[in-house]
């Protein structure tokens, strides 16, 4: 039996680009994108109305920012929605504001449709994706403890980074580092503390930055 399609919700303020995105991603047998909006005060509604599996949204709309909107989403426990951030905003602070309200992934609309599917299909498997333009734009340890993100980190830190930008969990990091899931947790938290990281998008947005990660 065929596995019904996966079902999205676009919302930008530009018809052009809303029109393109449906057509893109309309193309790909297992996608469905079921609503669009270029309101930023519909779109909880619609997700609530509608529970896509995704949200493709831009950060600049009118009626509410999609920075509310992600949070939001991301904190009520009902949805099971993720939320991929597609804008032209690629100011360091933004990107971890966005990021801090639950984004699960973040790209900027020059790049190319090929990278766009990228992001979708990675955010769909449960991962975080940050594109390199974004990654170059990130501050790592925005909004932290001043000297927080100097903190070096150690070479199982940096082993616990990369996994987790991959989209491992804790279960499974133990599993292939051969520690407990409890040392993991240690080491995440650490790592997290070190460079101001609040969250798996941000990880792998350094990740990327590092060079520990390729999302493409």
């Given at each position: 039996?065929?596995?019904?399609?996966?079902?999205?919700?676009?919302?930008?303020?530009?018809?052009?680009?809303?029109?393109?995105?449906?057509m893109l991603l309309s193309a790909e047998p297992d996608l469905r994108v079921v609503a669009d909006t270029g309101n930023g005060a519909a779109v909880e509604a619609l997700v609530r109305?509608?529970?896509?599996?995704?949200?493709?949204?831009?950060?600049?709309?009118?009626?509410?920012?999609?920075?509310?909107?992600?949070?939001?989403?991301?904190?009520?426990?009902?949805?099971?929605?993720?939320?991929?951030?597609?804008?032209?905003?690629?100011?360091?602070?933004?990107?971890?504001?966005?990021?801090?309200?639950?984004?699960?992934?973040?790209?900027?609309?020059?790049?190319?449709?090929?990278?766009?599917?990228?992001?979708?299909?990675?955010?769909?498997?449960?991962?975080?994706?940050?594109?390199?333009?974004?990654?170059?734009?990130?501050?790592a340890g925005a909004g932290a403890a001043p000297g927080a993100a100097a903190a070096p980190i150690t070479p199982r830190e940096r082993e616990v980074l990369s996994l987790v930008a991959?989209?491992?969990?804790?279960?499974?990091?133990?599993?292939?580092?051969?520690?407990?899931?409890?040392?993991?947790?240690?080491?995440?938290?650490?790592?997290?503390?070190?460079?101001?990281?609040?969250?798996?998008?941000?990880?792998?947005?350094?990740?990327?930055?590092?060079?520990?990660?390729?999302?493409?």
């Amino acid at each position: 039996m065929t596995a019904p399609p996966t079902t999205i919700v676009i919302a930008d303020d530009h018809m052009l680009v809303r029109e393109g995105l449906k057509m893109l991603l309309s193309a790909e047998p297992d996608l469905r994108v079921v609503a669009d909006t270029g309101n930023g005060a519909a779109v909880e509604a619609l997700v609530r109305e509608l529970a896509p599996t995704l949200l493709v949204l831009d950060l600049e709309l009118p009626g509410k920012s999609g920075i509310e909107i992600a949070a939001a989403i991301k904190a009520d426990a009902s949805l099971a929605c993720k939320v991929l951030v597609l804008t032209g905003n690629l100011r360091a602070e933004t990107v971890a504001r966005a990021l801090a309200a639950g984004a699960d992934g973040y790209v900027v609309k020059s790049e190319d449709a090929a990278e766009l599917l990228t992001a979708v299909r990675t955010v769909l498997a449960g991962q975080g994706y940050v594109s390199r333009q974004i990654a170059g734009a990130f501050a790592a340890g925005a909004g932290a403890a001043p000297g927080a993100a100097a903190a070096p980190i150690t070479p199982r830190e940096r082993e616990v980074l990369s996994l987790v930008a991959r989209g491992y969990g804790n279960n499974d990091i133990a599993g292939l580092m051969g520690i407990s899931v409890l040392t993991v947790r240690t080491h995440r938290q650490r790592l997290m503390e070190k460079l101001g990281l609040r969250n798996a998008a941000e990880i792998t947005a350094y990740a990327v930055k590092l060079g520990l990660y390729d999302p493409t």
